[in-house]
């Protein structure tokens, strides 16, 4: 169980396009989705934490405007790089977790989107 | 703000080999620690500690919690090649996971 979905798995883009990457959680409701972006050979970094029907809430030094979040459904969130530039290349990883579960912090993570912007 | 400090950063070791990666944690509102294998793609769920002093296994790897020392150690007895991977602590919150950089743990044949 706890099985989480992205689309798609890679990406390349024209500079100044916008991207959107789906997050969906197959056989739970996701009350709380997050995104997170690792650059090569680095941590993982949290962007933004989404809860459906609600706006994003987005970390310090994140631009909500060029990475817009949303969290329509208990199975569906959506993040789109907006004018991606080259230094948005990146792995975009989400990750869903169900707050009615009893297992708090467990995050089940997608398999991440490979952006590659030229 | 929320920090995971992860020690080795990396780690170079012979298949057989039993080795102990460390994490330590300063997190406000802590609720539990997790530990995560990343190969190629995105992190895979290993263990989420709550309790102090107890601890969880899984085959060869095992870890547990010291919230007095607010640290957690990861051991993998008889490494295999495919252990080889980046293994990420994090630490949560109320609301959030914080990652550590992680430790690269390659094991040679």
């Known amino acids: 169980g706890a099985v989480v979905s992205q689309h798609p798995s890679w990406v390349i883009c024209k500079s100044g396009t916008s991207v959107k990457i789906e997050c969906r959680s197959l056989?739970?409701?996701?009350?709380?989705m997050f995104w997170y972006r690792q650059f090569p050979k680095q941590s993982l970094m949290l962007m933004a934490t989404s809860n459906e029907g609600s706006k994003a809430t987005y970390e310090q030094g994140v631009e909500k405007d060029k990475f817009l979040i949303n969290h329509a459904s208990l199975t569906l969130s959506t993040l789109t790089v907006t004018s991606a530039h080259p230094e948005d290349s990146s792995f975009y990883i989400c990750s869903a977790r169900d707050l009615r579960g009893a297992t708090y912090n467990e995050q089940f993570f997608g398999p991440g989107t490979r952006l590659t912007v030229l | 703000e929320d920090k995971v400090v992860q020690s080795p950063l990396s780690l170079v070791v012979h298949e057989g080999d039993t080795v102990t990666l460390n994490c330590s944690y300063e997190v406000t509102n802590f609720r539990s620690l997790l530990w995560y294998k990343q190969e190629k793609k995105a992190p895979t769920f290993l263990f989420m500690l709550t309790s102090s002093g107890i601890e969880k296994k899984s085959g060869r790897l095992s870890s547990i919690l010291d919230k007095k020392e607010l640290s957690s150690i990861l051991n993998i007895t008889a490494t295999q090649t495919g252990d080889s991977a980046i293994y990420l602590c994090?630490?949560?919150?109320?609301?959030?996971?914080?990652f550590g950089k992680g430790t690269l743990l390659t094991v040679n044949p």
């Open positions: 056989d739970f409701q996701a009350t709380t």
């Open positions: 994090a630490g949560g919150s109320n609301y959030k996971l914080t």
